[in-house]
Nanobody, 118 residues
Framework: VQLVESGGGLVQAGGSLRLSCRASGMILSVFWSVNKEWYRQAPGKQRELVAKISSGGDIDYADSVKGRFTISKDNTRRTVDLQMNSLKPEDTAVYYC??????????WGQGTQVTVSS
C-alpha cells in the first residue's frame, strides 16, 4: 500500500487549495476500516492533526481550521481530500496524509508542501 498525495503549492492569503491522497493498492474493506487523517508540520513545530474522518464516519477538525477546511472521502477512488479555503500564512506547512487504526497497519504519505504568502 502506498499513499500518494497531490495538490500542494503556493497560494496567496485568502486563496484555496485542494489536497488529495490516494491509497494505491489498498483493498476496499481495509479503506473502510481505517481512520483517514490529514496532518501538517510547519518548520520548527510538531506535527499536528488537522482533520480526520474516522472509520465510523465521524469528522473532526483542529480548532485552527474549523470553518475553513473540509475533509472528504471517496470509497470508489480510495481517496481522501482536504479542501482548504481562506488560507492564512500560518497554514504554511508540509501536509501529510495518514490512514490507519489502532492495532492495525498505519500508512503515511510522502508529504506535500503548502505555502501561503501574505
Amino acid at each position: 500500500v502506498q499513499l500518494v498525495e497531490s495538490g500542494g503549492g503556493l497560494v496567496q492569503a485568502g486563496g484555496s487549495l485542494r489536497l488529495s491522497c490516494r491509497a494505491s493498492g489498498m483493498i476496499l474493506s481495509v479503506f473502510w476500516s481505517v481512520n483517514k487523517e490529514w496532518y501538517r508540520q510547519a518548520p520548527g513545530k510538531q506535527r499536528e492533526l488537522v482533520a480526520k474522518i474516522s472509520s465510523g464516519g465521524d469528522i473532526d477538525y483542529a480548532d485552527s481550521v474549523k470553518g475553513r477546511f473540509t475533509i472528504s472521502k471517496d470509497n470508489t477512488r480510495r481517496t481522501v481530500d482536504l479542501q482548504m479555503n481562506s488560507l492564512k500564512p500560518e497554514d504554511t506547512a508540509v501536509y501529510y496524509c495518514h490512514m490507519g487504526a489502532e492495532g492495525a497497519s498505519n500508512y503515511w504519505g510522502q508529504g506535500t508542501q503548502v505555502t501561503v504568502s501574505s
